[in-house]
């Protein structure tokens, strides 16, 4: 087994802190990497060492794989760990931080490469005896071409990039007249988000649920499940509050789909922590989605439930210690809910929001997690991704950990930025929400149905009393002086209304 004794983390926000928590209880010294745009960050802050990486945007920083590597080099860190997003899924990187002679956080290069590739994933799968939604076992070359495929599977379909995620290059297709237009903005979406424009078909289920199960192998072939999470919550196919367990799972159901997800694992030669990732349709039939070849935002909800470290785990993993975890030993206590918080406006499609964050007061007490990677007077910038913070709440049971939960969003006190907190606290006394009968469309049909005032709960004079402070906060972002002094707190008016409301 191999002794990490520094450990640089190639990310930003709340998961390079994250990591660097863990990393500090296990006396693993941490290595920060920094953009300009984040040289007064918190992961700058609490890491051990930190290094300049070049410019704000995201490829002149935190996607130069040679400065995170001459970084590593310099500080003489012993592995990388790339956090989610940016190089977390990128198999050249991963075989550049090996070819350094770092141990790599995460799984070998090839299964990166080859869960990376939709199309490959799903032939292994077929392979594997993996259940696979129907649809085109290569990428299609032309509109022409996914016609016929779509007439042979059945309307309607969704065609996906083959090289991509997080909803990105992704159409659904209702009838013939729409192929020509919607295939050409998924292949141009992918090409622009991706640099492939390879395009791919398969049915597209109605009203189906994301159920997606947390899996872990170590490098002697031993593969573990650690339960699933509920991910149907979504906006532009981004996840946007996640759960454990799901509402839709008995155990019979639990145990079949896990059984298939450490399947599905071993079936590429897979190391380390991984997401298999499934579509339930309305007859409970379960189909392989997709694999994330990383650590996930929502890895906190599992480790509410089951008393583990993820990261923990990671890192132990790739320092060749074998999983103390049997199957049977692995237990699942009550029930988790995260909300992501994100600078964002609900009321305008869920726009991102720029701006200081001028007060900041996180949620606490029983139950409460608060993961995040900002500070009172840190500024959202247009360069990275809007999410601020993720809340998690856990209780006995589903029922308690939506009310503590509520409790939490209704706590929390930020200002300077909108937010997503009313939206979050709307989902969570929703009747279809309360009741778990959700899916994957569940914003388009109950918020986007509506008019955003009436979907968020006001009534008529709190409406008048919103556009009010509303109109009054946008001017007083101008003046300093008038935002910090627009009350004793410095919080807006508007914040205040939607606090109300939660």
């Not at 009203?207 to 947390?214: A, L, W, Y």
Request: hydrophobic content about 40%.
């Amino acid at each position: 087994m191999s002794f990490i004794k520094k450990i640089l983390i190639a990310n930003r926000g709340e998961i390079a802190v994250r990591i660097m928590r863990t990393s500090r209880e296990m006396g693993i010294k941490t290595v920060a990497v920094y953009s300009e745009a984040d040289k007064h960050a918190r992961h700058v802050q609490l890491a051990d060492e930190a290094f300049y990486i070049g410019k704000s945007p995201v490829h002149e920083s935190y996607l130069r794989q040679d400065a995170i590597l001459q970084a590593a080099q310099e500080s003489c860190a012993d592995a990388i760990h790339p956090g989610y997003g940016f190089l977390s899924e990128n198999a050249e990187f991963a075989e550049k931080v090996i070819g350094a002679g770092l141990i790599f956080i995460g799984p070998p290069a090839q299964a990166i490469r080859l869960m990376g590739d939709k199309t490959a994933a799903k032939k292994i799968m077929r392979k594997a005896g993996v259940p696979v939604i129907p649809g085109t076992k290569d990428a299609i070359a032309n509109a022409k071409d996914a016609l016929k495929k779509a007439e042979e599977i059945g309307w309607p379909v969704l065609l996906k990039a083959a090289a991509g995620g997080g909803g990105k290059g992704m159409r659904i297709v209702e009838n013939a007249d729409e192929m020509d237009s919607q295939f050409e903005r998924a292949a141009s979406e992918a090409e622009t988000a991706f640099g492939d424009a390879r395009i791919f078909m398969e049915k597209y289920l109605k009203k189906p649920r994301h159920i997606e199960f947390q899996i872990f192998v170590d490098h002697f072939g031993h593969a573990v499940h650690l339960f699933e999470r509920e991910c149907s919550i979504q906006r532009r196919h981004q996840k946007v509050i996640e759960e454990a367990p799901s509402s839709v799972l008995d155990d019979r159901l639990r145990q079949k789909m896990g059984a298939v997800a450490t399947q599905a694992a071993l079936a590429c030669n897979y190391t380390n922590a991984g997401t298999v990732e499934f579509l339930i349709d309305e007859n409970r039939d379960f189909y392989f989605l997709e694999m994330n070849t990383r650590l996930q935002v929502e890895h906190p909800v599992t480790e509410m439930i089951t008393g583990l470290d993820l990261v923990r785990l990671q890192i132990e993993t790739a320092g060749g210690k074998a999983l103390a975890l049997k199957q049977d030993e692995i237990q699942a206590n009550g029930h988790a809910i995260e909300c992501r918080i994100y600078a964002e406006d609900p009321k305008n499609n869920f726009l991102p929001y720029t701006g200081e964050i001028t007060h900041l007061e996180p949620p606490d007490g029983p139950g409460i997690r608060e993961d995040s990677g900002v500070a009172r007077g840190d500024a959202v910038s247009m360069f990275y991704d809007p999410m601020l913070a993720k809340l998690v709440a856990h209780a006995q049971n589903r029922e308690q950990a939506i009310a503590r939960m509520l409790r939490a969003l209704h706590e929390y006190r930020i200002a300077g930025v909108v937010t997503t907190i009313p939206f979050c606290a709307w989902v969570l006394k929703h009747e279809r929400f309360k009741q778990g009968t959700i899916d994957t469309g569940f914003i388009d049909q109950e918020f986007f149905s509506k008019e955003i005032s009436e979907t968020l709960g006001f009534s008529e004079e709190e409406k008048k009393e919103i556009a009010i402070a509303a109109t009054l906060f946008e001017l007083t972002q101008s003046s300093d002086h008038e935002r910090t002094n627009s009350n004793k707190t410095g919080i807006s008016n508007w914040r205040r209304r939607s606090w109300k409301n939660l």
